[in-house]
């Protein structure tokens, strides 16, 4: 083990040498408190012997301030005096001492409160070695945890919708807890938003919330396979999921607070089932104002047996929605005071022309400072959708029909770099042309392939469009299709090595366009959709 002596007589720091160094120990010796101090910054050691009256800083002191360094604990610390009332042990044992020894100095004594010390550096040793190992352990798990929890519990925003943008964000009090969000994409112009909160903290928590999200997404199968209705209506599906849950949430003395919105894109409504959660805030771009909606019901696992009311609201572009738990609103200033609901609507609407991601950084801002703290006792989760007021124009259009049959690729590839060329208002280099067009065969072999299962018969209609704003010209390809549904695997599935029918098409179809969508349309038919928004490539 390794000893520090700080002892100022020369005698008695020789005689700890000689008899610590034969039993094993690498000895470190000092004569005062001051040079003992920055060795122990420097070094670890098992066993500290300490002198009581050093010159300076005493021994007392010293090992108060050993103590107070962190891991302190892990020192055994013997203290040498000449000092025998019962105050003066008192206070050797106060300053936090494991054990004294009374000088003058008696050889046999020594030897035993050397040997009592050596087997308590042991014990000590081992405890925090298995205190390490758990707190390693835990740590571990926590983060598996937190992965899993981000896995389960937050899901994807819509990205490729062109009238919205959505921005998510939430940060746990604990590495683990129970806010969850989630979005259910129905077509092209309809979405489900679905903000949660959870009583309690910690794992338990987080497994509730992951259940409700698996529950709602049973329910909006069921009722989908039950009624053939796509969507299902936003009150059935919280109703079914309250039957479901209910007694069990009940059972475990715990509810849950919950907003279920959807977005109608066409018709530019949001329908919304309340269900105990907080306010969502809406600015209205027309009355250069905002609104705070609520709903009627209470949380889930409350009242058995609740018939759940909806409502709709109508927006218009430039409008903004912000969703989020009550920890926002719940974070607290050093006085006691909360952020408050007043003081986060009138900052979310004096943001209205921020984007999603800028917005939501700026309200956590605004909370840490309010707080002034980097830490809060409740979570911190919340959405923002922000209608987009831009208008679209179709500059120009084109279609091909075509059958399923792999030697019409060439027909399609003639077809893309034809439009492609006369792309109105904005050039697109012969290199760029070239890849769309690649891009554009692979997503007609895959639904050869794929959706008609290589038969050569099934329809293919592929529409084309020069599509224009304000903002951005971009080029879109939609193959439409009868065949059965599919999603390639993600490209950083793919294996460059192989040949580019075994993936590497996909690998340049994700890198050459800008937006990559499968999804079904409002006549039922398959759509692969591919967007090009630049003039050269991202390769």
Same mark, same amino acid.
């Given at each position: ?233 936003? +009150? *059935?599906? %919280? ?7 209910? #007694?069990?949430?009940? $059972?475990?003395?715990?509810?849950? &607070? !919950? ?117 809060? +006792? *409740?979570? %911190? ?7 987009? #007021?831009?208008?679209? $124009?179709?500059?120009?259009?084109? &279609? !091909? ?139």
């Amino acid at each position: 083990m390794k000893v520090l002596v700080v002892e100022d007589d020369i005698t008695t720091r020789s005689l700890f040498k000689m008899i610590l160094r034969p039993r094993g120990h690498d000895v470190t010796a000092c004569e005062d408190a001051e040079s003992a101090w920055e060795i122990c910054q420097q070094e670890d050691f098992q066993i500290i012997i300490l002198d009581w009256m050093l010159t300076g800083l005493d021994g007392l002191g010293l090992c108060r301030r050993i103590r107070a360094m962190p891991n302190g604990e892990r020192f055994v610390i013997l203290i040498c005096t000449a000092r025998d009332a019962q105050d003066d042990i008192r206070q050797v044992i106060d300053a936090g001492a494991d054990d004294y020894l009374a000088k003058p100095i008696e050889i046999s004594l020594l030897k035993i409160r050397l040997a009592l010390a050596e087997r308590n550096a042991v014990l000590k040793n081992a405890k925090l070695s298995a205190e390490r190992a758990l707190a390693e352990a835990r740590a571990h798990e926590l983060e598996i945890g937190s992965r899993i929890q981000k896995n389960l519990l937050f899901g994807s925003p819509p990205q490729d919708m062109r009238d919205i943008e959505v921005a998510t964000y939430s940060h746990p009090s604990q590495a683990i807890d129970g806010d969850f969000y989630d979005f259910f994409r129905h077509n092209d112009r309809c979405f489900d938003l679905v903000i949660g909160d959870v009583m309690g903290k910690g794992v338990p928590a987080a497994l509730l919330g992951a259940a409700t999200k698996n529950y709602l997404i049973r329910a909006v199968g069921r009722l989908i396979s039950e009624s053939g209705i796509s969507p299902p209506k936003t +009150n *059935d599906i %919280l109703d079914r999921v309250q039957t479901d849950m209910a #007694d069990r949430l009940m $059972e475990l003395d715990s509810f849950v &607070t !919950l907003c279920y919105a959807r977005f109608d894109l066409q018709e530019r409504t949001i329908n919304l089932v309340d269900c105990g959660h907080t306010k969502t805030i809406h600015y209205c771009a027309s009355k250069e104002t905002f609104e705070t909606l609520r709903g009627e019901n209470v949380p889930l696992g409350v009242l058995a047996g609740q018939v759940h009311k909806d409502f709709t609201v109508h927006y218009e572009p430039g409008d903004l929605f912000f969703f989020y738990s009550d920890g926002l609103t719940e974070a607290c200033n050093p006085e006691g005071d909360f952020f408050g609901e007043e003081r986060l609507a009138k900052l979310v609407s004096s943001l209205h022309n921020t984007n999603g991601k800028s917005l939501i950084e700026t309200v956590v801002n605004a909370i840490k400072a309010f707080s002034q703290s980097e830490s809060f +006792n *409740d979570d %911190l989760t919340c959405a923002v959708v922000r209608i987009l #007021d831009i208008v679209d $124009e179709c500059v120009k259009k084109d &279609t !091909l029909k075509v059958s399923s049959d792999l030697k019409n690729l060439s027909m399609i590839r003639f077809f893309i770099r034809d439009f492609c060329e006369k792309f109105p208002g904005v050039s697109i280099d012969a290199d760029s042309v070239a890849l769309i067009e690649l891009a554009a065969n692979e997503a007609a072999s895959n639904i050869t392939r794929h959706a008609y299962k290589g038969r050569k018969d099934g329809p293919i209609t592929v529409d084309a469009r020069a599509i224009a704003n304000r903002l951005e010209s971009r080029l879109e390809i939609r193959f439409i299709h009868e065949g059965l549904p599919f999603v390639p695997p993600p490209p950083e599935d793919i294996q460059l090595h192989e040949p580019r029918d075994g993936g590497m098409g996909l690998y340049i179809l994700s890198e050459v366009m800008d937006e990559v969508s499968y999804f079904s349309d409002d006549d039922g038919n398959q759509c692969v959709r591919l967007v090009h928004k630049r003039d050269t490539p991202k390769l």
